[in-house]
């Protein structure tokens, strides 16, 4: 069995190539399954799709009909594909339900396949990716900017467990996972592994655009392709990630991993964590920023705005957040990563003002005694806190 994940995005990519990337890539794409008659997979950036749709609805179409038809599956499907261990938990669980929110509204598709290119791993992701409807995963993450390592199986499928239990069919690292390098299918054919596991699938990472300049497009792949194909030795078969692990379910074993059984191979601590730090406050600021702004709405006329709820503030804010912690923002901060910065700073500029003019209200509506000083906790649970009065300079907790 074969089946590729073709990977690319709206951040970074379409910033410094030009508005014709996504679509040539949605198009590439498809001329790699119409000159094969193969299957395969989409991972693009949920932004990227809303981008298509305005900026190149045909190629949205054509993109759409293949899903239809069966030819393209839709993976991954996070809104701003990060390195989800470097971000909080609520960003996580919003990266996938904007993700999948996109899908639905744009494709018309609800997607059940985690697959992304980079590194996305911790071990709560079972439990988030299956309570947004995910079934089926792949832990095989591209070698880009940085060199991640997960444990290698001679399984076709594992099922890969989270902390609480969750448990989703996926397809493991190993031996016949192929990066995007056309001079990666050399010598394939005569591993072990493709005698010795039961149902061996090929599965491949692609970022296709058909640009001269660009290392990944169909007309370098397919002659290796083809040479598979005419191999008299095997009966290749395509199919989507998830019709594979179907066929392999029957094989899978339960698997949990740890961080101590991975490496992320990230470049840590670089411009003093600068990026991972906007993305902590960003969300506290936004999570501040949702907890007022459900509260206030209970005390009634006037609201701190217009609506009883900023509705489309907050939604623009977590957008902004979402697309900046893309991973080529986080790893390419001195080739795109300006534009994540003002995005990051949008993102707390919009949440600030929302928290500012709640807070303004709030105090001028809770009863008591003028100068006096107000406590808010934006969580969901007590706890304790030091508080200064800035006049007395007294400490209460």
Known sequence: YYTFGNHMHWVDMEWLWGYFVMPASIRDMLHFCNTTGGKGNV????????????????????????????????????????????????????????GVRTAVRLLNVRPR???????????????????AG??????????????????????????????????????????????????????????????????????????????PDWMCRSELLLPQLHNLMNDSRFDLRFVTLSQYLDIAREHAQPRYYTMDDVFHGMSLGKNGDLFRRYSRASEESLLTAESLSAMMGLFGRPYPHWDVYPTWELEEAWRELLSAQHHDNDECEGLCGHVGKYS?????????????????????????????????????????????DFDSAETRI
């Not at 396949?113 to 309570?131: G, H, N, R, V």
């Not at 928290?355 to 003028?370: C, Y």
């Open 43 to 98: 991972n693009f950036d949920g932004i990227g799709y809303e981008k298509l749709a305005v900026e190149a609805p045909d190629a949205l179409h054509e993109l759409h009909q293949a899903i239809q038809q069966g030819q393209v599956e839709v993976v991954g499907c996070s809104y701003g594909q990060p390195y989800g261990l470097f971000h909080g938990s609520e960003s996580n669980v919003r990266q996938r339900i904007y």
């Open 134 to 211: 995910f079934e089926y995963a792949s832990l095989f993450f591209q070698w880009t900017w940085h060199t991640p390592e997960v444990p290698h199986e001679n399984l076709p499928a594992i099922w890969w467990e989270g902390i609480d239990g969750s448990q989703l069919l996926t397809a493991p690292r190993n031996a016949l996972n192929l990066h995007q390098w056309p001079e990666d299918f050399a010598g394939l054919l005569d591993s072990p592994l493709i005698r010795e596991m039961p149902v061996p699938g090929i599965v491949q990472w692609l970022e296709l655009m058909p640009s």
């Open 113 to 131: 396949t985690f697959w992304e290119e980079e590194f996305d791993f911790f071990p709560q992701l079972p439990q988030i990716l299956k309570s």
């Open 344 to 388: 990051y700073e949008r993102s707390l500029s919009l949440s600030t003002q929302v928290k500012s003019r709640a807070v303004q209200l709030l105090a001028n509506r809770v009863t008591g005694e003028r100068g006096r000083t107000i406590a808010y906790n934006p969580l969901g649970w007590e706890r304790k806190a030091a508080v200064t």
